[in-house]
């Protein structure tokens, strides 16, 4: 079932998502060679207690760290460990912040130290299809009309989207109605109201879009060994421009 927030439901859950964005930019500015992501969830763990927060990611279905951390052709789920983080590697970084009974979800691919023109390109393109996916969000338009604005500038761009994970609405709930393919699937698609959370989420592979899932149980990798990065935000649907509830 789709859940529309009401403005009360937005008052507590604004700070929620602020709290996801700025625990995200704080663990990025973290970020550079030498670091392990062990440290870095730390570090996440430290910030989201101090926003007030709890990791909505933490326990959930037995999840075991408190932030997202996929290293290079690592598409999500990545757990932290005593790996340390190289100059040139790419880190992303999911983060999703549990605040006044609500929940901000957003991620970002960050470049640990410097990289090639390619791997900047394939980041510049996760993040533009990501914004594109969040233009399509307004009342009347439908699922499928934000799926198609991320997979057609994905493509064109000659990368690919991941299929086996789609971003969701969120809200008191991690995930929540409707799911949000970043491919056009076939059938029916729900139509978007004013009140709708969604998290927007593009996860593209620099070569071809299957992934392959590690024995660990959680982590997730490109079967071609090709890089991918990982864009996500909160987004409320209204009768005028979405608003980009984790944006700081
Ligand atoms: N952050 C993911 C999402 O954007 C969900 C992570 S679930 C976890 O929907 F268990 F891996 F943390
Ligand atoms: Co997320
Ligand atoms: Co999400």
Not at 29 to 50: K, N, S, W, Y
Not at 90 to 112: E, K, M, P
Not at 188 to 202: D, Y
């Amino acid at each position: 079932m789709t859940v529309l927030k009401t403005a009360k439901d937005l008052e507590l859950m604004r700070p929620a998502c602020k709290a996801a964005g700025q625990v995200l930019r704080e663990i990025g500015e973290m970020i550079r060679p030498g670091v392990t992501t062990l440290e870095l969830d730390r570090i996440a763990a430290e910030l989201i207690r101090v926003a007030g927060g709890k990791s909505a990611f933490f326990g959930y279905r037995g999840y075991p760290c408190h932030v997202c951390l996929s290293l290079n052709d690592e598409v999500v789920h990545g757990l932290a460990s005593s790996r340390t983080l190289n100059f040139g590697d790419i880190l992303s970084v999911d983060c999703g912040v549990a605040l006044n009974g609500f929940i901000g979800d957003t991620a970002r691919t960050f470049v640990v130290g410097g990289c090639q023109t390619e791997v900047s390109v394939l980041l510049e393109v996760t993040e533009r299809a990501l914004f594109e996916g969040i233009a399509e969000c307004r009342s009347g338009n439908r699922v499928v009309d934000v799926s198609r604005a991320i997979q057609e500038y994905v493509e064109a761009s000659g990368f690919s989207v991941v299929r086996e994970f789609v971003g969701h609405g969120v809200g008191r709930s991690l995930h929540e109605d409707p799911q949000i393919p970043n491919f056009v699937e076939a059938g029916s698609s729900v139509k978007l109201k004013a009140g709708m959370t969604l998290a927007i989420e593009p996860m593209v592979n620099a070569g071809r879009a299957e992934v392959k899932f590690l024995k660990d149980g959680w982590t997730v990798k490109t079967r071609d060994g090709s890089l991918s990065a990982h864009f996500e935000h909160t987004v409320l649907v209204t009768d005028e421009e979405p608003e980009v509830l984790t944006k700081v």
